[in-house]
């Protein structure tokens, strides 16, 4: 199980505990996920709450779905649990007389709409009932501590869970932070957000937890390296938009590190992880790095 980042390890060297379960609003066991992509439902139109419209199944992890608005396009795909109550069976919308309506953004004329839909829908492969899981009830209080950790998503690259703390607690509200993130991807939310899991939830559930964070403070070098070296050919562009390169200040070794690499564009379903690059200081260095340092 050495795929699973080690929270007992890591709660007793930060000191810290893990968030009961019983604080967060999602069941004890992970639900299971039955759809398959290709499945079509009904879901809020995430960026107008007032609109349903039918979304389709592109991708399932764990008990999330990411979803895609029909007629919408390909940049502002979302998640959800199965056990959402943002989602439902195609025709729940108007069994209560509602109408569905097209995404914000919708590709074509409005007049084009009632076409589409009937488009879309026609042979479609529908989620079926069974495969929507009730969602869990809403804990009575928010019970929740400073200083304890769970498993957040990540909101600005929401296809991520991450390791978390709790910081400051206020009536309903709850402050998360990211830990080794500096703040960076830090929000509020309510104790009763989907967003927020237990410590193990990641685990049980099939889903990937990114492990804290480590951002290094430039010219300090307290580099702590998970991967091993990386031997690259002499002049390799070690530069792209999802590294950060150090170089070091030593004159005699221009060794260059490379602090963060975000794999997960570049290799689906890999960690975040740090990378240690070092290159050859008798050649070129290539056109992304100052010879002279
Ligand atoms: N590669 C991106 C993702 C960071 C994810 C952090 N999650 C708390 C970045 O470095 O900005």
Redesign the pocket.
């Known amino acids: 199980t050495s795929q699973f980042f080690d929270w007992n390890a890591y709660l007793k060297e930060t000191s810290s505990e893990a968030a009961p379960a019983f604080c967060f609003k999602q069941y004890e066991e992970p639900p299971e996920n039955k759809f398959e992509p290709g499945m079509k439902l009904e879901t809020i139109d995430p960026r107008n709450s007032t609109s349903t419209c039918v979304a389709t199944v592109i991708h399932k992890v764990g008990p999330r779905l990411r979803l895609r608005l029909d007629g919408g396009d390909n940049k502002n795909d979302f998640w959800r649990l199965v056990d959402s109550s943002e989602i439902s069976v195609v025709g729940t919308v108007m069994e209560k007389g509602g109408l569905l309506q097209p995404p914000l953004g919708f590709r074509s004329n409005a007049s084009c709409w009632p076409q589409f839909l009937q488009k879309t829908l026609n042979n479609a492969r529908m989620a079926e009932p069974f495969l929507f899981v009730p969602e869990p009830p809403t804990p009575p209080e928010n019970f929740f501590k400073p200083g304890q950790k769970l498993e957040a998503i ?1 909101r600005k ?1 929401p296809h ?1 869970i ?1 390791a978390a703390t709790i910081g400051k607690v206020e009536d309903d509200d709850i402050f998360i932070s ?1 830990d080794g ?1 500096k703040g960076a ?1 830090d929000y509020n939310c309510k104790y009763y957000s989907r967003d927020i899991f237990p410590v193990g939830w990641c685990q049980k559930s099939g889903h990937l937890l ?1 492990p804290p ?1 480590h951002k290094i403070a430039a010219g300090k070098n307290k580099t702590r390296i998970q991967g091993g070296p990386v031997m690259l050919p002499c002049g390799s562009p070690v530069h792209n938009s ?1 590294m950060i390169v150090q170089t070091s200040s030593a004159p005699t070794s221009p060794q260059v590190t490379l602090i ?1 690499a ?1 794999t997960s564009t570049i290799i689906p379903k890999l960690e ?1 992880r740090q990378v240690c690059v070092y290159v050859n200081s008798e050649c070129n260095c290539g056109p992304f790095l100052n010879p002279n340092k």
């Open positions: 990540d690259n991520l991450c990211f993130w991807f990114q964070g999802n963060e975000d975040t």
